[in-house]
C-alpha cells in the first residue's frame, strides 16, 4: 500500500516561512503528480499547488508568489516552500500522489500561523 508522508508543519509567525515535504516509497515516483492541498477548520478541502510528472507546478491564486512547488524524483519527494505565511493559511496540508489509474492521499501536516 502506497502511503504518501507529510512533514514540516508547525506554528509559525504571520510573515514567516515554512517548508513543508511529501514523501512516497513503492511507486515509480516520476511518473506520478504531486499535489498538495490544505483543509481549514469548517471549510472544504483547497487545492495548494500541483507539479506534475513532467515538473510543470500550478498554483492557486492564494498561492501564487508566495508557494513553490518542486520535486526530486532521486528522492521520492515533493517539497512545498512557503513563504510570507498569513494566518489564513493555517490548515492541514494534504499532498496526494496521482496518475491516471490511482490516487494516495497522506494524513497531513497541521501549520498554524499565529503570533
Known amino acids: 500500500q502506497v502511503q504518501p508522508v507529510e512533514s514540516g508543519g508547525g506554528l509559525v509567525q504571520p510573515g514567516g516561512s515554512l517548508r513543508l515535504s511529501c514523501a512516497a516509497s513503492?511507486?515509480?515516483?516520476?511518473?506520478?503528480?504531486v499535489g498538495w492541498y490544505r483543509q481549514a477548520p469548517g471549510k472544504q478541502r483547497e487545492l495548494v499547488a500541483v507539479?506534475?510528472?513532467?515538473?510543470?507546478?500550478v498554483y492557486a491564486d492564494s498561492a501564487k508568489g508566495r508557494f513553490t512547488v518542486s520535486r526530486d524524483n532521486a528522492k521520492n519527494t515533493v517539497a512545498l516552500q512557503m513563504n510570507s505565511l498569513k494566518p489564513e493559511d493555517t490548515a492541514v496540508y494534504y499532498c496526494?500522489?496521482?496518475?491516471?489509474?490511482?490516487?494516495?492521499w497522506g494524513q497531513g501536516t497541521q501549520v498554524t500561523v499565529s503570533s
Open positions: 496526494t500522489v496521482r496518475n491516471n489509474y490511482s490516487s494516495y
Open positions: 513503492g511507486i515509480i515516483f516520476s511518473s506520478y503528480a
Open positions: 507539479i506534475g510528472s513532467g515538473g510543470t507546478a
